[in-house]
């Protein structure tokens, strides 16, 4: 990536105003502003590469405990992205390197050089790999459901950024039987054909708890539930005996921006069964980033993971990105190529 001169302005993305319902177009703003002017000990960066993930939504609603500040209206939106460093003082930096850092939904940003991070591509060979969410997903698998050789495994949300990880770690680590929960058979099909999957439930398909009745007559082993709502419910229900359930999203409510998503969980019957629930935050698992950066990277040079993604070229499409994203419109991580 060669640097070029750097504009006087550029484009940037800003929430309109909170959104009440469906999140659409009309709550965002693009803007053109002034190219930020990089201070002392400050790098200028210029984004190539951004993500867009559910929580965001929540983040526009303004409310929800989560580890990072909600976006303010009128104000420019913020994010995971890859950019190309455009100059930088005297430090570790140096111009052309390519950096991870938070202030997506923008051309180019002003950061802090401990603000930003300097991408290791021989661990990770590809940028896209640093925009993933394998590492939630690779969490999952390994602290939070704790998969073991033989498992019959369930994930909720199966054909999103983590779930499409999700299913591949879970292989990895030795689970027997994979099965996803997705909202279409176009999805279904390419969970099983291409993504380690073994099967899927279909939520047009009919009941759930009959669905994964028949997909996994013998019970469940463990659980990635990206969803809550009545999937982790079901889930729950065919839960075996020392089941380990991880809770890592809550897509039932976090689509239409709340920050609470409450099931109904029959505690007599996880206390009989020794039913293990435990939430799982990558921010609270930051020590485990080497070991996962070692696996990643080596699933990735072997060809035995990939980063299933969706590319939208174009900081002006990111909104309507973000919107299909919720619609679930896309497989994998959606990406925007600036």
């Known amino acids: 990536m060669n640097a070029a001169p750097v504009p006087a302005t550029h484009r940037e993305v800003h929430l309109a105003a909170r959104p009440e319902g469906p999140l659409t177009t009309d709550h965002f703003r693009l803007v053109e502003a002034p190219v930020p002017v990089a201070g002392p000990r400050r790098i200028l960066v ?34 995971p992205a890859v950019g190309e460093v455009i100059s930088a003082p005297e430090g570790s930096l140096k111009r052309g390197d390519l950096v991870e850092h938070n202030a997506g939904w923008r051309e180019y940003a002003v950061l802090g050089e401990d603000e930003a991070q300097r991408l290791d591509l021989e661990a990770l060979p590809d940028p896209v790999a640093h925009l993933s969410q394998g590492f939630v997903a690779w969490l999952a698998v390994v602290r939070g459901a704790e998969i073991r050789a033989g498992d019959t495994v369930l994930v909720t949300g199966a054909a999103g950024g983590v779930g499409t990880m999700a299913g591949q770690f879970a292989r990895l680590h030795g689970a027997a039987r994979v099965i996803g929960s997705t909202s279409s058979r176009q999805k279904a099909d390419r969970l099983t054909d291409r ?73 007599a019957h ?22 996962w950066t070692e696996e990643f990277g080596r699933g990735l040079r072997a060809g035995t993971l990939t980063v299933p993604h969706t590319l939208v070229h174009g900081i002006d499409r990111a909104p309507q990105a973000l919107c299909d994203l919720l619609a679930g419109r896309h497989i994998g991580a959606v990406l925007i190529e600036l």
């Open 195 to 267: 993504l380690g999957y073994d099967a899927a439930v279909i939520r047009s398909a009919g009941p759930i708890d009959d669905q994964l009745r028949a997909l996994a007559p013998d019970g469940l082993d463990a659980v990635i539930d990206l969803v809550g709502g009545d999937q982790l419910r079901a889930a729950l229900a065919q839960a075996r005996q020392g089941a380990r359930i991880a809770l890592v999203g809550s897509l039932a409510s976090q689509t239409a921006g709340s920050a609470t998503a409450p099931v109904v969980i029959d505690t």
């Open 270 to 291: 996880v206390l009989n069964r020794g039913i293990t629930l435990r939430g799982i935050a990558g921010h609270a698992h930051l020590d485990a980033l080497g070991q």
């Open 46 to 79: 210029r984004n190539r590469l951004m993500g867009v993930t559910a929580v965001m939504r929540t983040l526009m609603a303004g409310n929800g405990e989560l580890p990072m500040p909600g976006y303010a209206p009128g104000a420019v939106l913020s994010g």
